[in-house]
DNA sequence: GAGTGGTCTAGACCACCTT
DNA sequence: AGGTGGTCTAGACCACTCA
């Protein structure tokens, strides 16, 4: 896919002169300098008082046209330590199993997984419902951090019915879980039904990723089904909205005007 | 809807414990009143300067928190006008054909298409490449902007080789596209891409949005193939970011770890 | 300890929407 | 014409990171 200046020039031709405001002027600039790759992914911009003295604007401008960046997912930032060039998205397939492991590593990047806690906790009236159980009844509860060539990306809370996957919590997490669960346990995924939307990272979730309460994020809600219709998995992972992309190819399953 | 003075004793009322820092605190309240209903999308909040007396705070931390909801799709702004709360987002199945008048229809919302520009255009380099055809051959080009309940969500631009259609671009072009392609060319769709990714939404598509130049936006592209893998159209969509969700469904097609 | 971003204040002027 | 958001300024203090 190309990028968005190249977007921009498809949708409406040669970009016009740039007489808005200042912040927009500074935004373009350094969106500019990335999309040239000047600013490789992982550089540190200029400190907000260096861009001062540069632009003679105000901090406040300066900041407005960070968190624009930011927004549009070509800089974050890391607190208190300064702004920094966004590293490419992951692809993500919603229409493939492959778990993060595999896909991270097809397209040439580092995953990392860290358990933050495993627990059995007991079936919230919600979760009794997706699982088909008693409210009440105990699953498995781990929660995970994962890494993309070292940074944080995601924030995961799995949720599995100990009756598939009896014992589980015994087992390293820190690797595959799609793996263990299709090797060790023989559950098969027949079916995936995920959800997307923006949300905001907070508390703790915000906390583990490392980003300020409030920062805009992804949610993408993850259940797995067996032949059976039994649902095997049941995860809410929460991004960094600036490390993933979505991209589907398939077959049509409907023709309707 | 409810009444000013209703929705500001809301806001406004007993607090309950908020530390941290106070654009959060007036984040958490109107998330909050959007959450349990008490302001219901559409009903504009009280202007900045009006929020400034109830809470004592200065306009740039008002901004702050308003921006915070903005980017969460909670809020979005009507250019000097005013801060309003977002209506739902309409569901996005990739997997279904089924084009815009039909999903959002289905999920009981007004959708609504006008038709900014037609014409003949030759084919950039990489058009072609996509279409299959020489550099220069003209294509259809087609600009549209489509609503949801009387609201902008999105500005398109449909790339459509005459080849296929020929005689397109007398017809309205104001109703589906999806529909005219099949009925009247027998079009059938076998394969579709999809890409999204965040963009920001600039210059022309901007004032076509009715957005400010910068506001975030959501990319999708589409690319439909026919079974002889023939481009039956190309597609790029440029949407308000609030306005869409992505709900996938299916059966999986591959199993690793 | 120096420097960074995080937060906040209290103004200002403007373009534009609304009535 | 009055009110709205859009933009900008020039400060301030704080919590935290980093060397």
Redesign the pocket.
């Known amino acids: 896919m190309a990028t968005p200046s190249t977007m921009e020039d498809f949708l409406f031709g040669p970009s016009e002169v740039a007489s ?6 500074l935004r373009n600039r350094i969106a500019e300098g990335i999309a040239r790759g000047r600013l490789a992914p992982g550089v ?8 001062q003295v540069n632009t ?6 300066i ?2 046209a ?1 968190s624009q960046l930011e927004a549009e997912g070509l800089v974050y ?7 920094y060039v966004s590293p490419p998205a992951v692809t993500y397939d919603p229409t493939r199993w492959a778990g993060f492991m595999t896909y991270v590593t097809e397209q040439g990047r580092t995953p990392g997984t860290e358990t933050l806690s495993k627990e059995m906790a007991p079936a919230s009236p919600a979760l009794a419902d997706i699982f088909r159980v008693s409210p009440g009844t105990p699953l498995y509860d781990i929660t995970r951090r994962r890494s993309i060539d070292g940074r944080t990306v995601l924030i995961e809370r799995i949720m599995v019915d100990p009756a598939l996957a009896p014992g589980l919590l015994a087992h390293s997490l820190d690797a595959s879980l799609t793996q263990l669960l299709a090797d060790h346990y023989h559950l098969a995924v027949a079916r995936n039904r995920i959800d997307m939307k923006p949300c905001a990272l907070t508390g703790a979730t915000a906390d583990a990723l490392g980003v ?3 920062t805009p994020g992804l949610l993408v809600v993850r259940s797995s089904f067996d032949a059976a219709g039994r649902v095997v998995n049941y995860d809410h992972e929460y991004w960094r909205h600036d490390a993933i992309r979505v991209h589907v190819d398939l077959a049509v399953r409907e023709r309707t005007g």
């Open positions: 808005g405001p200042q912040y927009l002027a540190r911009l200029p400190s907000e008082r260096q861009l003679s604007a105000a901090r406040g401008t900041r407005e960070l930032r890391r607190d208190r330590s300064g702004w300020n309460p409030g």
